[in-house]
């Protein structure tokens, strides 16, 4: 069950990805593979009602390709995108997450943080798009609980869909969760199994407590 839930959230933050980065068809192959990390903080299991977790992501704009260890100049990017999935554990029959965006609010300190009503799954999934200063990306979004509960936030995989002197070129980020801590034993609890490869590389879960 922990798998299904895993390629469910992939394919559709991949569907999300494309949509907002208006990448027309011809577009859509890879020219660069980077890998990135973010984390969250406080690196805590508990957290209270109004206090916020941090989000924060940072990267150079000269990355080095997975596939040809090149050293890439990939600033002055179009857009570099990602998703934020944000669901509740609420034990249920099926093992699936809630969705749970409306219950947080959400503050852009660098980068944006926005919900597209007209993609798939608003209620799961935030998109993200980050801001580049001194040759440095950069996104710092904080989250402020409004309800108790169990949560579980996976952020995904990054694409860009060029340089804003390319015509046509495409980038993707693969994230990497860097917490030494991510909770997931809160996942495993509500799944009753280990968290998988992708849950582990991606998540992080909290509690909602008074």
């Known amino acids: 069950m922990g798998t299904k839930i895993t390629v469910k959230l992939t394919l559709l933050s991949l569907g999300l990805l494309f949509l907002m980065t208006s990448c ?15 984390y969250f903080t406080p690196e805590i299991d508990s ?22 260890s090149s050293l890439i100049d990939y600033s002055n990017a179009k857009t570099i995108g990602g998703i934020l999935g ?29 919900n597209d009503k007209t993609v798939p799954s608003p209620e799961v999934f935030q998109q993200l798009s980050y801001e580049e200063t001194s040759s ?22 990054a694409l860009s869909r060029g340089r804003k002197e390319s015509n046509c070129e495409s980038a ?7 917490n030494q801590d991510q909770n997931l034993y809160l996942l495993e609890d509500f799944l009753g199994l280990p968290a998988d490869e992708n849950n582990q590389r991606l998540g ?3 509690r909602v407590v008074d």
């Open 24 to 38: 027309p068809d011809s577009c859509l192959d890879i020219s660069y593979n980077f890998e990135v990390t973010s």
């Open 47 to 68: 957290i209270s009602l109004g206090d916020t977790l941090y989000l924060i992501s940072e990267f150079p704009t000269d990355l080095e390709d997975v596939l040809t």
């Open 86 to 114: 944000v669901s509740e554990l609420i034990p249920n029959d099926s093992k699936t997450p809630t969705g749970a965006v409306s219950q947080f609010k959400y503050i852009a300190i660098n980068g944006k943080i926005f």
């Open 136 to 157: 440095t990306y950069r996104l710092k979004i904080g989250l402020i609980p409004t309800k108790k509960g169990v949560y579980f936030l996976t952020n995904g995989d």
């Open 172 to 178: 993707s980020f693969s994230m990497q969760v860097s």
């Open 204 to 206: 992080y879960c909290f």
